[in-house]
């Protein structure tokens, strides 16, 4: 037994070996070489997998240094663009101020150059005032003269004044005069067109009356035997008597229809007309 382990080789006692066919040798060492790869891929994957997360978290940690020094270098360059504004508005506040300054000081030199010459001006006319009393006396005289003229411009531009706004009144007197009459003058254009159509209807009613009489004394010669023909020639007879003492009667206007105490007057009273009822309702004079 020993001498049959010693003789037996070692892959022998490996499975799939045993046996000693080649078929079954190779399909256990496709087997063992598969699960050797399947070995060696599953530490691979490990060894990625950890190598991966620390590449990350490398990556992490350079990219929040680098955020980091991104963020110290921009506050230290807002702090020095902020420190170099400031400075310089100070330097532009400066040289504005000393601008100010020298434009100051150029216009008070400016201003004394031109009080000297004043100066100089005012001493040349006091010595030529003083030299000349005469010529001032008689400008205070000439200047007198003229006030005086001055007073009575003023005083006749017054009074022309005054003359203007009379005519002014005057004119719209006039104008009023003017518009009274005119409003007089329609009244009397409208009273003379109520007299026409006064005299026109009057006119008509003499018509109707003259026809009223000539047809009556045909009407009773037709119908003697008849009371019906006897009581319509009556009634006929009675309505041109009336016709006739209203178209008799006339009235101008309302004051008169009032002064002869008719008014109100009523359509088919005696004095009616239409230039009495100019709004037609039937009453003259309300």
């Given at each position: ?37 399947l070995?060696?891929g ?42 170099v ?24 030199e ?18 030529s005032?003083q ?34 706004e ?20 329609e009244?009397?254009?409208i ?25 009556s ?27 006739s ?5 006339y009235?101008?206007?309302?004051t ?30 309300e």
């Open positions: 037994m020993g001498r049959y382990l010693k003789s037996v080789k070692w892959y022998h006692k490996v499975p799939g070996f045993r046996s000693g066919q080649w078929w079954k040798a190779l399909i256990a060492l496709i087997g063992y070489g598969f699960m050797l790869l070995l060696l599953g530490i691979a994957s490990l060894l990625d997998d950890r190598t991966a997360a620390e590449i990350a978290a490398d990556n992490d940690a350079r990219q929040e240094e680098r955020q980091l020094e991104k963020e110290e270098d921009q506050l230290s360059e807002e702090k020095e663009s902020e420190t504004t400031a400075e310089n508005e100070e330097l532009a506040a400066n040289a504005e101020t000393i601008s100010t300054l020298e434009e100051e000081a150029a216009t008070t400016e201003q004394l150059d031109i009080a000297a010459e004043q100066i100089i001006t005012l001493e040349a006319e006091i010595s005032l030299g000349n009393e005469e010529a001032l006396q008689e400008a205070e005289t000439a200047l007198e003269e003229a006030q005086e003229q001055l007073d009575e411009l003023k005083s006749e531009e017054n009074i022309a004044l005054e003359e203007a009379q005519r002014i009144e005057e004119v719209e007197l006039q104008n009023e005069e003017f518009t009274e009459s005119t409003t007089e003058k009244k009397e254009l009273e003379v067109k109520g007299e026409l159509e006064a005299s026109q209807e009057k006119v008509a009613e003499l018509e109707t009356a003259i026809s009223n009489t000539t047809s004394p045909s009407s009773n010669s037709s119908s003697s035997d008849s009371n019906n023909s006897s009581t319509q020639s009556d009634s006929s007879n009675d309505n041109s008597s009336t016709s003492d209203s178209s008799s009667i009235y101008k206007n309302c008169a229809a009032r002064s002869a105490g008719a008014a109100p007057v009523y359509r088919g009273e005696p004095g009616y007309a239409k230039h009495l009822d100019r709004d037609g309702d039937g009453v003259g004079c």
